[in-house]
């Protein structure tokens, strides 16, 4: 959170032309124009150029899993809670409630705070922004390179910078996998205590398996069985890992969507079998 509120803060003084000596002044009302704004009128499909209100959806629909991917994983206080110290306690239920709050606040206030503040130096139309050319400076175009705060940064002039981004993105990567890691064995542990989700065939073996846990209440089998699965997908990768990286959030997205669909179609059927008086209760909080 601290690296994302000066990012924003330098994105903002690079705008304004104060990076370094002799920079330019980008300006903060060119980045909302026509033809530099969020919304462009044109899409390209293969070699087919759609303009108007068609290529603005187009556009938006484009990028809808890429941004839908920012926020995956925000449900994770329903999976952590389960291991909260003192649940059983009466304030735990509004502690729980306060977490999430805060949580849904920070995230979207900071992503739409870096969003706006992005859009300032690097506009829309930047071509660094595309995959295909490389950026300058000897920067080889990849993932990280198309990041909008690292084309701002290189294209500001600012030495070191970029590589010390560079390491933050794959901190972020490598903390990323592990919260996911720790989703993954969880929700495989709750699963194994549950006959219904296991095939008959397999139910004694994995069922035990996965119910295993160390001396320290960590399920051990749980975690192991979800380091293999990410190991043979890291070892399967024999396209580019920018191809492979879009394939994965886009499946990761999608699935996501899918997860958030169950949850509240779950709790319409579980707020509509509450009695009256619960109903209220629940509406009141």
């Not at 701002?152 to 030495?159: D, K, L, S, V, Y």
């Not at 990768?237 to 958030?260: D, H, Y």
């Not at 509450?274 to 009141?284: D, F, L, Y």
Request: charged letters at 15%; one cysteine or more; proline letters at 5%.
């Amino acid at each position: 959170m601290l690296v994302l509120c000066g990012l924003i803060i330098l994105m903002l003084i690079i705008a304004d032309g104060n990076a370094r000596p002799g920079q330019n002044r980008i300006g903060f009302s060119a980045a909302w124009h026509s033809t530099n704004g969020p919304f462009l009128n044109e899409f390209q499909l293969g070699t087919r150029t759609i303009s108007g209100p068609a290529g603005q959806f187009l556009l938006t629909l484009n990028v809808l899993s890429a941004a839908l991917f920012s926020y995956v994983g925000m449900e994770i206080v329903a999976v952590a809670v389960g291991e909260a110290k003192y649940l059983d306690q009466a304030k735990s239920p509004e502690s729980i409630k306060v977490g999430t709050r805060k949580i849904y606040i920070r995230v979207i206030v900071l992503y739409l705070a870096s969003i706006t503040a992005m859009s300032f130096p690097v506009w829309s139309t930047n071509p660094n922004l595309k995959r295909d050319p490389r950026l300058h400076d000897g920067f080889e175009k990849s993932e990280s390179a198309t990041s909008p705060f690292l084309i701002a940064i290189i294209e500001a002039g600012i030495p070191i910078l970029p590589h010390i981004l560079n390491a933050f993105f794959v901190f972020s990567g490598f903390a990323s996998a592990v919260n996911s890691l720790y989703v993954s064995s969880r929700i495989l542990y709750s699963l194994a205590k549950r006959d219904m989700v296991w095939p008959k065939s397999f139910q004694k073996r994995l069922k035990v398996t996965c119910r295993m846990k160390s001396l320290q209440g960590i399920p051990s089998a749980a975690v192991g069985t979800g380091w293999i699965v990410a190991l043979v997908s890291i070892v399967g990768i024999w396209q580019e890992p920018s191809e492979v990286f879009r394939k994965f959030s886009t499946n990761a997205v999608v699935s996501a969507q899918i997860v958030n669909c169950c949850i509240c179609l779950s709790y319409i059927r579980y707020y509509r079998q509450k009695p009256g008086g619960a109903r209220q209760a629940t509406s009141e909080q």
